[in-house]
DNA sequence: CCAGATTGGTACGTGCCACGGACTAAATTA
DNA sequence: TAATTTAGTCCGTGGCACGTACCAATCTGG
């Protein structure tokens, strides 16, 4: 299925050696985790985005709606999306049993399957490439890279609440 | 030109509390800074990979060959990738000097312009993002995002060579 | 020097992904 | 009950990535 993407170099947005030094390893590191999910999927025939799917879908029946919310995208998207999926056995659609107008997406066996698979080669990948850190630098790294990530959650937060009305 | 991608949720790939909190981490930020440069693309409707087109053509002038490896992605790509630039103004294709098999591809004024503007918003909202990181944590992470950069290259390196012939 | 291979690019067809708009059906509300 | 909102699908458009086929230029070995 057209895996694409296999090693593309990091292509070092800024160059530059100033102060932008944090920026350039983290735009670099986003690019190597970023790789390695996508090569671990296109192993298993999925791209990053199904893989998503397969990821959000282990432990939630979401509606094609929640679906939407979950993984960024339109609905129309969606719909394209389950399509897909479903056609290859990995989801099923189900009927809502309390909205007649929604539906039901769940995971199949096989795509439980998959999922957990690329999930344990992604977390080996990431885990070897984090090897050459001490056991204390990478705790210290998983705090720090926590941090940033759920304050930034936060100020999504606050923004969507204060800017928009949901 | 179709924006897409606006916040997406992280959709954790690995909910699990257990040891693999880095791997967790490391994937919802990457997927911060990944999202940040799509957002900021978005801005000048351009998508990540002409964002990053154009930041490889800021200081080379590559053959499209030698534009495929730098991205990690066929000729074949590169040919409707630099298609799309030209045709918007971006950059412009000159024949080689030396081969005339080859063309170079160069960056124009405007797509200077935009590369220019899209890399400093970029680098002020992952400064904004590490912001409630102290000076020292954001040296520390910077080192520590740069080793994990840095031997990962290293092991491609030595791997490409051992494995294959070139 | 020239025939055959190799190299650099393009063109075309396929498929995924993402969007917006139009549409249907069901549910909610007024 | 009529009007509106909500859930999902379908269609058209376009970017992105691939593989294959192809052409032109270059390089190689006789």
């Given at each position: 299925m057209t895996s694409r993407n296999e090693t593309p170099s990091p292509a070092a947005p800024l160059p530059?050696?100033?102060?932008?030094d944090l920026v350039d390893a983290l735009a670099q590191l986003s690019f190597l985790v970023h790789n390695t999910l996508a090569e671990i999927s296109g192993r298993h025939d999925l791209s990053i985005i199904q893989t998503r799917l397969l990821g959000v879908l282990r432990d939630r029946e979401p509606t094609m709606q929640q679906l939407g919310r979950l993984?960024?995208?339109?609905?129309s998207s969606i719909s394209g999306l389950v399509d897909r999926?479903?056609?290859r056995g990995l989801v099923v659609r189900t009927a809502s049993a309390t909205?007649?107008?929604s539906v039901q997406v769940s995971i199949t066996d096989a795509g439980r399957h998959l999922v957990e698979q690329a999930s344990t080669q992604?977390?080996?990948q990431i885990e070897s490439a984090v090897a050459?850190?001490?056991g204390a630098e990478r705790?210290?790294?998983s705090q720090l890279a926590a941090r940033i990530v759920s304050a930034d959650a936060h100020h999504r937060g606050i923004d969507l609440?204060?800017?928009?009305d949901r």
């Open positions: 530059g050696g100033g102060p932008h993984l960024g995208l339109d609905k999926a479903q056609r909205d007649r107008r992604f977390a080996e050459p850190l001490s705790r210290l790294l609440r204060t800017t928009t």
